[in-house]
C-alpha cells in the first residue's frame, strides 16, 4: 500500500469512525454516577460498576490486537463495534447497578477499536507523519468527548428516570451503529493480505511474553499508560459526584463539563500537540502533558466555585491533549507489522488496568475521604508517570543509537 495515497482518505474515515464510536461511550460519561444513585448504590459500588468496562477491556483488548495482525484491522474495528452496540441495547434494560455492571463488562470485552485504531495509523503513516496523525486521531478521540457527554446529559435533562436513563443508551446504541456504517463503507483494510503473508513467511508475530522480552521498554509504556489513564479515571468516575455534593450539579451542567474537557483537549491535540513533538521530541511533550494534567487535578481539588472548576478542567484537558498522541506516537515508534496490533492491544490492556484501578478506588477514597481526595492522589502519582516517561525515552533512543 502506498503511504502517500493510503494517509489520506483512509485516515479520514478512521477519524469519523473513532469519533463516532467514542461519542457512543462518552454520552453515558456523565450520566452513569446519577443512574447508578437511583439504584440505590453507593459511590463505591458505582464507581467499581463503572470500572467494570475496563476489566473487559484488559481481558479483550490485547486479543484483539493480535487477532488484527493475523486477520486484519477492518473486521476487528467492526467486530468490536458491533459488540459495543449490544452492550447498551442490554444496559437500556437493566433495572440493578449489577446489570449495569455485567453491561459495562460486556461493553469492555468488545472493546478491541481502540488500539487497532492506532494500530491502523502506524500501518498507513510513516514516521515523520505520525505525530501529525496521531494528534488527528486523538482530536477525534477528544471531539467524541465533546459531543457524547454533552448529548447525554441533554437527553438525560435536570432529573432523569428510568425511562431518561433508558433513552441514553438507546442513543448510543445508535450512534454506535452509524460508527459500523462508516467503517464498513468507508474504510479499506490497512494490513492487506500481502502484508500479513510476508509477516507469516518470515515466523509470523511473536507472542505476547516473547515480545516483552524482546522490547523491554514496551514494559515501561504500558506502566506509563496504566498510571496517567488510572488517575484520569479516578477524576471521571467521581466528578459528577463531587460536581453534586460541593456544586449542586446536574448531569446537564456535568454533561456540558465533559464537552468543555473534549473541546480543549482537541484543540491541543489537533492543534498544537503535532508542531510541539516536531520541535521538542514525542518525549518532551509527554512530560509536559504529564505536569499539565497534575496542575489541572491540584486545582479541581481546591476549586470551589463553577469558574475555578471550568479553569481545573481545562488544565487537565490540555494535559490530556498534549499526552495522547504524543504517547502514541512512541508506541508507534517500537513497533512493526509484525507485532502492531499486539503492542498496541497490550498498552491499551494497561490503559484498561488503569481503568480498572482508578474506578476501583476513587469511590472509597471519596467516601471516606472526601470528595477533593480522589484528585489529589491522582495528581500525586503523576511524579511516577513523569520518571517512567524520562526513563522510557532514554531507552527507545538507546536502542535507536
Known sequence: MNDKAAGKAPLGALFLSVFIGLMGFGVLLPVFPFWGRALNADPAVITLAMGAYSLGQFIGAPLWGKLSDSKGRRPVLLWSLVGGAASYVFMAYADSILMLGFARLFGGLMAGNIGVAFAYVGDVVPEEGRPKAMGMLGAAFALGFIFGPAIGGLVAGDAPGAAEFARVAWVSVAITLVAVAAVYFWLPESLTAERRAATRAAGGGPSPMALLRAKPVIWGLILLVLIVIGSAAMMETTFALFADDRLGWTPREVGLAFALIGIVSAVVQGAGAAPLAK???????????????????????????????????????????????????????????ADRGMVNGLTQGGSAVGRIIGPGVSGTIFQVFGPAVPFLIGAAVMVFAFVIAMTSGRKMKAEKA
Open 279 to 337: 520541535r521538542f521530541g514525542a518525549q518532551k511533550v509527554v512530560l509536559g502533558g504529564i505536569t499539565a494534567y497534575a496542575v489541572g487535578m491540584i486545582f479541581l481539588a481546591l476549586a470551589s466555585s463553577t469558574v475555578a472548576v471550568l479553569v481545573a478542567l481545562s488544565l487537565t484537558a490540555s494535559g490530556v491533549g498534549l499526552f495522547n498522541p504524543a504517547y502514541q506516537t512512541l508506541v508507534a515508534g517500537a513497533t512493526n507489522d
